[in-house]
């Protein structure tokens, strides 16, 4: 057994050999009193654990277990699951940084919940963050001893904007005018197709039919959503065939929407110079679709576009999916078929059966009108047999 310190460093590490391997780890301590002691506790730990003796959950700090928990995650997720992981962490660790995971309590919990939706944070936003600590304090095994105390907080399942007419028309001639050239096709291949966000930015040329007129759809959030297979409308069919222009030499594997950098200055795409690497999908649209909406709003209000007094367009590029799927409802689409284009699972399905219920509710009157066409002289309550015998059964 031995404590040392490396080269330029101030802080202790052990060194022993346990079972036949080496266990070499930083005591994250100056002392090296300290340092020994840690030793003597993590041989004892392994000790307990190889002989099967059960002992508490070790002390850890709430940043040392997140950092365990996102590397073992990082084996199983998928990229933008991690992604949203350390996001949430992100506004998880400020609060929880300096606690020992044993000392987070179910006040603490309330606490931030609190903070976030005081910070403007949406419900279900705060849900996704405090599912990210339930999933570390269970991992620990210390959820259980709050888990009767913290309560999710109520989100509405209808939430979501379906752009009026009028509030397309500013946007997509905004998205026409930005300096990201790929913004245009990419809005008018939401709202013609209802595809997500990732299922767009993914696209390639490959999965572009312009023969059939249709896309097919690659990865999806969804094992039902993933190979789907979309028409293509004429005013998505021109865009995507106006942004083919722009690429004549475009292979199948290459991306749709390519990694490019372009010029800050100027309003106008034209105005910019491009350096696309058609190798790698554009990173986001972040930027660009804030602008926009920036830029929507402002013409809706009347007022230049420089003008900081105007209020940008409330909309987030997920309502234009919702916009396509509000769309086919109130025109009478059969459910069914608005499941199969927008890619839902079963359990979705059913959801957005109670979301998406009453803009069908016309549909389902013209449907049930159908059930009402053949008549006979029996429904006139005057003609009736049993009117007949009732006036009968009076006059005798």
């Known amino acids: 057994m031995a404590t040392f310190r490396y080269p330029n460093s101030r802080v202790w590490w052990f060194d022993f050999q346990f079972a036949g391997q080496r266990i070499r780890e930083s005591a994250k301590t100056r002392s090296r009193k300290v340092a020994k002691e840690a030793e003597r506790a993590r041989r004892r730990e392994l000790e307990e654990s190889y002989n099967g003796i059960s002992r508490r959950p070790r002390v850890l700090l709430f940043p040392a277990a997140a950092a365990v928990w996102m590397e073992l995650k990082s084996l199983t997720l998928a990229p933008s699951s991690l992604r949203i992981e350390r996001d949430n962490l992100k506004h998880l660790l400020p609060h929880f940084g300096k606690l020992l995971l044993s000392d987070i309590q179910a006040q603490d919990i309330r606490a931030y919940q609190q903070a976030r939706v005081s910070n403007g944070a949406s419900p279900k936003t705060v849900n996704l963050e405090v599912g990210t600590l339930r999933a ?45 050239r790929s913004l245009y096709p990419a809005v008018v291949l939401a709202l013609s197709t209802g595809m997500r966000y990732s299922e767009i930015r993914l696209l390639r040329w490959g999965q572009i039919d312009f023969v059939a007129a249709t896309v097919t759809v690659g990865k999806s959030k969804t094992t039902t959503g993933t190979g789907r297979t979309i028409p293509l409308n004429s005013r998505a069919l021109g865009a995507l065939k106006m942004w083919a222009s722009q690429f004549p030499a475009r292979q199948p594997e290459q991306f749709l929407f390519p990694s490019e950098r372009y010029g800050a200055a100027g309003d106008a795409f034209e105005a910019c110079a491009y350096d696309t690497d058609p190798s790698k999908p554009i990173s986001s649209w972040k930027v660009a679709w804030e602008a926009a909406k920036r830029r929507a709003g402002a013409a809706l209000e009347g007022k230049n576009s420089g003008d900081k007094s105007a209020r940008p367009l409330r909309v987030r590029f ?56 053949v008549t006979s002289e029996t429904e006139s309550f005057e003609k009736s047999p049993e009117r007949t015998s009732l006036v009968t059964d009076k006059l005798q």
């Open 318 to 373: 997920h309502d234009l999916r919702h916009t396509a799927c509000t769309r086919m409802l109130e025109g009478g689409v059969p459910y069914p078929v608005v499941a199969s284009i927008m890619g839902w699972s079963a359990s979705t399905a059913i959801r957005m059966a109670k979301r998406y219920g009453h803009i069908g509710q016309s549909a389902q009157r013209q449907a049930v009108g159908l059930l009402g066409k």
């Open 136 to 180: 570390i304090l269970r991992r620990n095994g210390l959820w259980a001893r709050v888990q009767l105390d913290v309560r999710m907080l109520p989100t509405r399942d209808d939430c979501g904007h379906a752009l009026a007419d009028v509030e397309e028309v500013a946007l997509l001639k905004a998205c026409l005018n930005s300096r990201s």
